[in-house]
């Protein structure tokens, strides 16, 4: 489900214990300028962007993206999809600009697992090759789905498995 942009401030600034007034003179803005964001009647100035991220601990990608943020949650036994019904996205944003999505059916990495192959996205990354796959699905299998690892290696890439 997505939200609009001012539907997330309204929603970050509660979250936070804020009211309008608060998160005004935070921003060296007007409460009405607020209400009108969460109103979605207008838009945060662009320079303001990088304070509001900051103030809700949220990079601006989070707060202008319409996508809810990924979270990790354990799935009660009557809400878990079948094994066979759950993707992994790795997700890789390198510090060079080079943007990677794989997207892999569950029962096909644990079947590459058990034959024993090298998923080349992990051997060859020096980011990823520290993830143990077996204990990601481990987890998965215990119900737990979502963002299960998120890396930031030293020189800047960036790795996320997602299991939906």
Known sequence: MSMSLGKKISAL???????QEQLASEL??????????????A???IALLPQLAALFQVTV???????????TRLLPEDKKKGYE????????????????????PLPLIKLGLEMG???SEFSDNDTLKNIDLDRVLSLV???VVGKLVEVESADGDIVEIVVE
Do not use: H, Y
Not at 28 to 41: F, G, H, L, R, T
Not at 88 to 101: A, Y
């Open 13 to 19: 600034r509660k979250s936070k214990g804020m009211t």
């Open 43 to 45: 838009c945060p100035d």
């Open 85 to 104: 019904d759950l993707i992994m996205k790795i997700i890789v944003n390198s510090s060079d600009g080079d943007k990677v999505r794989v997207n892999l």
């Open 141 to 143: 299998e215990k119900g």
């Open 117 to 119: 192959l090298a998923f």
């Open 61 to 71: 990608d989070e707060l202008l993206s319409a996508e809810p943020k990924k979270e």
């Open 28 to 41: 060296k803005v007007s409460p009405q300028a607020v209400s009108k964001w969460e109103n979605d009647i």
